[in-house]
């Protein structure tokens, strides 16, 4: 399977993206080379034979949403997107994808309610750790109870600055 990718350059780093073709199937932090193995590892559990070929054409609309996010110009992504996990994995990442509006935050605790499984907290911040699709599924919105930054799969200094940004 031909897997498509292209790098760009925000104000917290180095992003890749990756497509089928039609739709992303990541976004992730840092450079192809220097995620490739972690990607490589991840797209065999769902891609038969992946194949990394790099094509910015292929995502370049996918970069321009996120350029404009980063400007301040968009809120919401209109780009198709996949999401590869397992079935509660995929349920987390809805529920932060429709339910943590831009510029607001909910807890791991509000999520598990989201998701009418109010005992999964811990379940929830594992979902959350294997989000595939920085940014556009807002796992940067998610703190703890206590209304403290827990964790971020990018690090605390980008989900500082991505609140920041959409506190603007």
Not at 45 to 71: G, M, Q
Not at 94 to 114: C, D, F, H, M, W
Request: hydrophobic share 35%.
């Amino acid at each position: 399977m031909e897997l498509y990718y292209g790098e760009m350059t925000t104000p917290v780093g180095p992003m890749t993206i990756i497509s089928d073709g039609m739709k992303a199937v990541r976004i992730d932090y840092g450079s192809f080379a220097e995620i490739e193995g972690k990607t490589a590892k991840w797209t065999s559990r769902f891609f038969s034979r992946p194949v990394f070929i790099e094509k910015r054409e292929y995502v370049e609309h996918i970069i321009a949403e996120l350029d404009e996010y980063f400007v301040g110009e968009r809120i919401n992504f209109t780009f198709d997107f996949d999401f590869y996990g397992t079935p509660f994995q995929k349920e987390v990442w809805r529920a932060l994808y429709n339910k943590v509006p831009y510029g607001e935050t909910k807890s791991y605790k509000e999520i598990a309610q989201a998701i009418g499984n109010p005992k999964a907290v811990r379940a929830i911040g594992g979902g959350v750790n294997k989000n595939p699709l920085s940014i556009v599924v807002p796992c940067h919105r998610v703190i703890g109870t206590n209304g403290k930054m827990i964790g971020y799969g990018g690090g605390l200094e980008k989900k500082e600055y991505l609140l920041a940004h959409e506190a603007k």
